[in-house]
């Protein structure tokens, strides 16, 4: 027990009694004696957000975290005030305050304990800036595990360690390296089965201690800001990230050529090594829908320019690839030039859009180009101005997309690597340093970005990617993990990231596959690759000094693996588009660790290989050389092996055999998945006919496919097909029934029904309660059914 004078021999201070109590609708407001204000918001019933104030007063409320569409709204609440504390009770959660201490206590209406203060908020105060370090502290629940967090290349729970958040360019980074890129403050607790979140939204350092210096402590911070976060319950894991992800929003769907396979390298040029990498996809046909132009289209590092020598007539070209299936996207970073005869750079210093330092001089720092000056993203006029610049490049041009990196912002050849901190910004109105301003320079940079290339690739949809990002940055964005390195322990450390990355609200992630420093072998290349196309971005991209990085640069073998695990992913493009459209719509991850699936088997709290690929299927990729197989776990339930069909019961690890052209791929017994047929680009073949992968199941489950024109807006408009299956499967019978939401006609209206573990031999088949000849429906064995119209109810009987 840590007493106040402990605290304040420490340097701490604390809020001591409550003195004052009043309530403003959904807000209660606690005044201390000595001049804290805590104020509790009750968003929703299960979502609460606790503000504090020192010295009587707040700060101007303003977050480039939360979304616009964020959902508010709540049922009954009560305020109760006992002798030692109040009591706010949502139809959720009660909130006990204590009169004495400020310290919070939030449990269930079972009287279950969720959440506790430990001191609760202390702070300190900050000579050199001024304002506080503001600190929080909770009790560690017995056997309590923590998730999420963004980027953290480290185990997925939490439980033990310290993690920081300072967007940081780290080049070829290692395990437990931190912090990287992105800074997203949001964690998931899990005790007794009771998940719930918090997202400290402050953008200054902030820091995490879960129960690493104290074993029964978890404790926040940040350099700066106000002691400001927002607190989620569950009991659910899936109900607190939605929750989260509701609050700092999702994005738009993007374009189904995004979700296709992608190459980059650093760099492709001239145009002619551009023009045959296209065709060597297309001779291989191995299918691809985007190649990347990284900084050496440039005309010496400057954005927005071209390097004429090496691409001399880029419409043209763009265009050609374009004929070709080909979507161009290229790179625009945040250092501009200093170089008086660059317009880029005239015009900002017209405007006086480039950032300054404290005492009024340009900041400057040193990027690709040499020296640079660095625009004030957080300046709203400054984001309207780069939004524009992309008006060329996208309209006229013909670029498809854009890639936004070193926007940490990155700098070379200092220590801090980055902006020094007396830079000032704008902060949409609220002016600050780069203490403060730092953590969502990036994610300010790449929202400019967006409303550029949205505006100008209007009709159709933009697709963005990021390196750095705060919390909310997805509604933007999508996002790779960085510099990393080609080694086995990389390929661990991606599908960690990326599945942390999807726990944190920001899904559209994925690793430069294949590693971006140093060469992988052909092996390691080909077990990247199997794990890559279960990611929601999938893009191989290397720095390209090491040796080539394509399909095709290892042993046929390989080129052969390669080429099945991407043909793979556009088979199970329907499936991809539909985990992507819940994750839009409800803010669903589209890859769920086993921990986010069945929270209630304590097994999963610490796996890390394995994930759920949208709702059904169950992926562990082989992460070590010379494997024949790997030992994984098997979630509970019982489960299709996807190469062989045989059926599996989990809830406990078991050995599963992966030669080097399988990954242990599982299907859940019930599922129906959707596919496509082979297509060497998104759009390539009108579809005809959707397979439906059914895996039978002694009882009840449901699939979706989500459809629409897969680019441009009109599916907010109904112009989308929402098809519901639901199976029943009995001893001697199957019935699917599918239920129909939307306007959109897909381009198929018949089905190919591959029915997998179907445990009688088929007497009889009924589409919409007429019986139909076997003949005609039935062309090959038992287990394909061939259905010419869009039906809704298919009997099948043994
Ligand atoms: C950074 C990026 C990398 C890119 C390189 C050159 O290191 O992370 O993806 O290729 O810069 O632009």
């Known amino acids: 027990m840590i007493t106040n004078t402990e605290l304040e021999y420490k340097g701490n201070l604390y809020p001591n009694q409550i003195i004052s109590f009043n309530q403003d609708v959904d807000k209660f407001n606690f005044t201390s004696e000595n001049g ?406 990036g994610m300010q940079m790449v929202r400019a970005t967006y409303e550029g290339i949205k505006k100008y690739v209007y009709p159709k949809r933009p697709f963005v990617i990021t390196r750095a990002a705060y919390a909310g940055t997805q509604r933007y964005s999508s996002t790779w993990t960085g510099d990393n390195v080609a080694t086995w322990e990389h390929l661990w450390l991606a599908n960690v990231q990326v599945q942390r990355m999807c726990m944190s609200g920001m899904s559209f992630v994925g690793s430069d596959i294949g590693g971006f420093a140093e060469q992988p072998n052909g092996e390691l290349f080909a077990r990247w690759i199997q794990l890559g196309v279960f990611h929601p971005f999938c893009r191989v991209h290397s720095s390209g000094d090491h040796g080539d990085q394509e399909p095709w640069s290892f042993d046929t073998d390989v080129t052969d693996i390669v080429r099945k695990y991407i043909e793979l992913r556009y088979q199970l493009l329907p499936y991809l588009y539909t985990m992507f459209w819940k994750y839009s719509k409800f803010g669903e991850p589209m890859l769920k660790p086993l921990v986010y699936f069945d929270q209630e088997d304590t097994q999963t709290h610490f796996r890390t290989d394995e994930f759920i690929f949208g709702d059904h299927i169950l992926v562990c990729p082989v992460q070590e050389p010379n494997a024949q197989g790997r030992r994984m776990y098997i979630p509970r339930g019982k489960w299709y092996n996807y190469w062989d069909d045989n059926i599996v019961k989990g809830g406990k690890e078991q050995w599963v055999e992966a030669d080097i052209d399988v990954i242990p791929l599982f299907i859940k017994e019930g599922a129906i998945i959707p596919k496509f047929p082979v297509q060497q680009y998104v759009g390539e073949l009108v579809i005809e006919k959707l397979d439906l992968e059914v895996y039978f199941k002694l009882g009840t489950e449901s699939s979706t496919v989500y459809e629409d024109a897969q680019d441009g807006y009109d599916y907010n408009k109904g112009d989308f097909s929402l098809r519901s299956f639901k199976m029943n499967g009995k001893e001697n019978s199957l019935v699917i029934q599918q239920f129909k939401d939307g306007a959109f006609m897909t381009s198929y209206d018949s089905f190919r029904i591959n029915l997998h573990g179907l445990p009688f031999a088929i007497e009889s088949v009924e589409v919409d309660n007429e019986e139909v000849p076997l003949n005609e429906v039935k062309p090959n064995g038992n287990d394909v059914i061939e259905i010419c119209k869009d039906f809704t109810q298919v009997i099948i009987k043994g």
């Not at 609460?48 to 009587?56: Q, S």
């Not at 996809?281 to 132009?293: Q, S």
């Open 36 to 441: 804290v204000i805590l104020q509790i918001t009750v968003l929703r019933n299960s979502a609460l957000r606790f503000r504090y104030a020192t010295e009587n007063v707040f700060e101007p409320d303003f977050s480039y975290a939360i979304s616009e569409d964020a959902s508010r709204g709540y049922g009954d609440l009560e305020v109760s005030e006992e002798e030692s504390y109040y009591l706010i009770t949502t139809t959720k959660l009660k909130v006990l305050v204590d009169k004495l201490t400020m310290r919070i206590q939030i449990s269930d209406h079972e009287g279950n304990i969720i959440n506790e203060d430990e001191i609760g908020f202390h702070w300190e105060e900050n000579y050199e800036y001024g304002g506080n370090t503001v600190k929080m502290s909770k009790i560690t629940q017995n056997a309590e595990s923590y998730f999420g967090m963004g980027d953290k290349a480290t185990h997925s729970n939490l439980k033990g360690k310290r993690v920081n958040n300072w967007c940081m360019d780290q080049y070829a980074y290692g395990k437990d390296q931190d912090p990287l890129y992105k800074a997203i403050p949001f964690y998931i607790g899990l005790h007794k089965n009771q998940a719930y979140g918090i997202f400290f939204d402050n953008t200054f350092r902030s820091y995490f201690d879960f129960a690493h210096e104290r074993r029964n402590v978890t404790s926040f911070w940040a350099d700066g800001g106000e002691m400001n976060y927002y607190f989620f319950y569950g009991p659910e894991m899936s109900k607190v990230v939605k929750a989260y992800t509701n609050l700092t929003g999702t994005p738009e769907l993007p374009p189904m050529w995004a979700m296709g396979y992608h190459q980059s390298k650093w760099s492709y040029f001239p145009e002619s090594n551009v023009k045959a990498l296209a065709a060597k996809f297309r001779e291989l046909r191995i299918p691809c829908d985007a190649l990347y132009l990284d900084i050496d289209y440039m005309d010496g590092f400057r954005c927005f320019t071209w390097d004429k020598k090496k691409f001399p007539d880029p419409k043209r070209m763009m265009a050609e690839l374009n004929e070709d299936g080909f979507k161009t996207v290229v790179m625009i970073d945040p250092g501009i030039k200093i170089d008086k005869d660059y317009w880029v750079y005239q015009e900002a210093m017209e405007e006086d859009y480039f950032c300054k330092r404290g005492d009024g001089p340009y900041m400057k720092g040193k990027v690709w180009p040499g020296e640079c000056h660095f625009p004030d993203f957080t300046n709203p006029e400054v984001r309207e101005w780069w939004a524009e610049l992309y008006k060329e490049f996208m309209s006229e041009l013909g670029v498809h997309a854009v890639w936004n990196d070193m926007n940490e912002p990155a700098v070379m050849e200092v220590p801090t690597k980055t902006a020094p901190l007396d830079t000032r910004h704008n902060y949409d109105g609220h002016p600050c340093t780069h203490r403060k301003a730092h953590n969502i320079y």
